[in-house]
């Protein structure tokens, strides 16, 4: 099941929601637990048992880690919650991509075990990894099974993120507060990721869609696909983002942002500042700091930096185009500490414009198959290919997606929140959005409803991590 879905805006949400509300306090988290497993079913019921026997050791190995933190045997817990952890990721993510490799290494034909990914299984796998980790450093362990599995399985946050560390949430889950005002403020929250989800995503998706099954390419539709499936990435993860952010409040809970306009940086530094947040936290407090971060010398320090975005790339999927965008960008942040840095702030316009230009890039090779087709489609891009520059049929699509770019790029900057901002700080303009914003927020919903009841293109870009 997925948010952008009419099963779960008309039936499953509302009738959790009411279910969440009517309970006791004492119970409502057992309903959302209850909730969760039923949402995550929903596509995968095989699957629930895995993420079942992953939230069991989970508790076990924390209480235990907990227990025996001062000894030894703590340790070898806390690393043993970790492994297998792992394991599980690694058997059902990356068995096949080593598989392929070793063969056509080896020359060897050894069969592809052709595994189902389960969903959203890096997400859940992270928080429990940072579960276990933070107890080991000094964290009480959740002694309460129930909250545990709720934290853990929740289903706003469960498929794509963002991923929340224990600590975050460990007051909430004990006591949380509801109204009408947080409510509100959720439904507002997750109305703008649907629209930003379905009216823009999708859109910009069915683009790129054409322009993969188009005989005539061009250079300039290969700049148009490479600026589409930036946005497509950027509203597509956000929008989910935004969405679970505004599930939270509703149900009493406050997650961590997971991104603040990254493409209006000045550099890939703030780029990853603003890009998927949680992830970026995550691998700092439990790769990069351990690894000894910036406090080592300065090869030792390039070196954990590359580590970190290999990783970074790896865990996005399991092909090498995913690795070598980590790379990418590993070289690109070493590169800024050791010079570019110094120089992009003495120029606003170029630096803006450094971003974007890489952004474009490296979200080219994300996207591929593979690499065969990545760097296909980067030639394309600069005419190593032999392709002319313009066809009428780039020029037909740059004119029917002309007002959805438009719509696309303003939306990705700050300026429409600003404009609200600004009007909700006087009287009048206070007034206007107090009519026009419901009036929106339900013009959205009928519009993505209409959509969606259609049965157009509606996929998940994370689902794939």
């Not at 933070?134 to 399985?153: E, F, M, P, W």
Request: some cysteine.
């Amino acid at each position: 099941m997925i948010f952008s879905s009419v099963t779960f805006l008309y039936y499953f949400l509302p009738l959790t929601a009411a279910i969440y509300f009517m309970a006791p306090k004492q119970l409502r988290n057992s309903v959302l637990l209850l909730g969760s497993l039923i949402f995550y079913a929903w596509g995968e019921p095989k699957y629930v048992f895995l993420m079942g026997i992953s939230i069991l050791l989970c508790y076990i190995f924390g209480r235990l880690t907990e227990k025996y933190r001062e000894k030894k045997a703590g340790r070898l817990f806390c690393l043993l919650s970790v492994l297998i952890s792992l394991s599980f990721l690694i058997y059902f993510k990356y068995t096949d991509f080593f598989l392929e490799n070793f063969n056509a290494a080896t020359g060897l034909d050894i069969p592809l075990l052709r595994i189902t990914l389960p969903i959203g299984i890096s997400f859940y796998t992270f928080q429990i990894i940072s579960y276990t980790i933070d107890v080991y450093r000094g964290t009480v362990a959740q002694k309460n099974l129930v909250d545990l599995a709720a934290y853990i399985s929740m289903f706003p946050q469960l498929i794509a993120g963002p991923i929340v560390r224990y600590s975050d949430l460990a007051d909430q889950l004990k006591e949380r507060p509801h109204s009408w005002g947080m409510a509100a403020e959720g439904i507002r929250r997750f109305m703008i990721g649907l629209g930003k989800k379905v009216l823009l995503a999708n859109q910009m998706g069915e683009l790129c869609a054409a322009f993969q099954a188009s005989g005539e390419k061009t250079v300039l539709f290969h700049w148009i696909y490479a600026v589409a499936l930036c946005l497509q990435i950027y509203f597509d993860f956000s929008g989910y983002s935004d969405m679970a952010l505004g599930l939270g409040r509703v149900f009493g809970f406050r997650f961590p942002e997971n991104f603040n306009y990254p493409y209006i940086s000045a550099s890939i530094t703030e780029f990853w500042r603003r890009w998927h947040m949680s992830l970026g936290t995550w691998f700092r407090d439990y790769v990069y700091i351990p690894l000894g971060g910036n406090r080592v010398g300065r090869m030792r320090h390039l070196f954990n930096i590359l580590v970190v975005w290999m990783l970074t790339g790896f865990w996005h999927g399991a092909a090498w185009n995913f690795v070598v965008w980590g790379l990418l960008f590993a070289l690109l942040l070493i590169l800024e500490k050791l010079w570019l840095l110094k120089l992009l702030p003495k120029c606003k316009i170029l630096s803006h414009g450094y971003v974007l230009f890489i952004a474009l890039i490296s979200f080219v090779i994300f996207n591929g198959p593979g690499l065969g087709e990545a760097c296909s489609n980067l030639a394309g891009m600069f005419g190593a290919t032999g392709i002319p520059f313009l066809s009428d049929e780039t020029l037909y699509y740059l004119k029917s997606f002309l007002v959805l770019f438009v719509a696309g790029i303003i939306g990705a900057t700050p300026l429409p929140r600003h404009l609200a901002e600004k009007l909700s700080k006087n009287t009048v303009g206070s007034r206007i959005l107090s009519v026009t914003e419901p009036a929106a927020l339900a013009m959205i919903l009928l519009a993505v409803t209409a959509y969606l009841a259609d049965g157009s293109f509606n996929p998940f870009l994370y689902f794939r991590f």
